[in-house]
């Protein structure tokens, strides 16, 4: 059976999408990826980057690399959640609709070691 590409509701073989209304997020989905991935990229390298130096200086300047480990925690937190962009298999897979939550997921996941880092900074 077919599914809608954007929710992931089962239609018939001649239609792409279940709804108008899918069919123009959908569409939103796609501008936006086309414009800003390139910019998603780039801020994503710098923040994962960002991140692992942070991690790695704590070891000897815990307020410091804490500091730039969390900043860029909240980067990327912050990224995923205004450009949740999908790898293509995840949009095969499960419709854009839920691969842009699983994206913003991911996002939460960053908070979360935000949290424990700031964690470490006051109770190490
Ligand atoms: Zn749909």
Redesign the pocket.
């Known amino acids: 059976m077919k599914k ?1 590409e ?4 089962e239609i018939s073989y001649h239609e792409i ?3 108008d209304e ?1 069919q123009r997020m959908a569409n939103r989905h796609y501008d936006r990826t086309s414009k800003f991935l390139r910019l998603f990229y780039s801020f994503s390298m710098v923040g994962l980057i960002g991140l692992t130096i942070g991690l790695f200086l704590m070891s000897f300047a815990r307020f410091m690399g804490g500091g730039l480990a969390i900043g860029c925690c909240l980067l990327l937190a912050v990224l995923l959640f205004l450009l949740p962009m999908p790898t293509q298999g995840m949009i095969r897979k499960r419709g854009i609709k839920k691969a842009e939550f699983i994206s913003r997921m991911v996002g939460f996941g960053f908070i979360a070691i935000a949290l424990l880092v700031a964690g470490l900074m006051i109770w190490l």
């Open positions: 809608c954007y929710c992931g509701k999408y279940c709804s899918c």
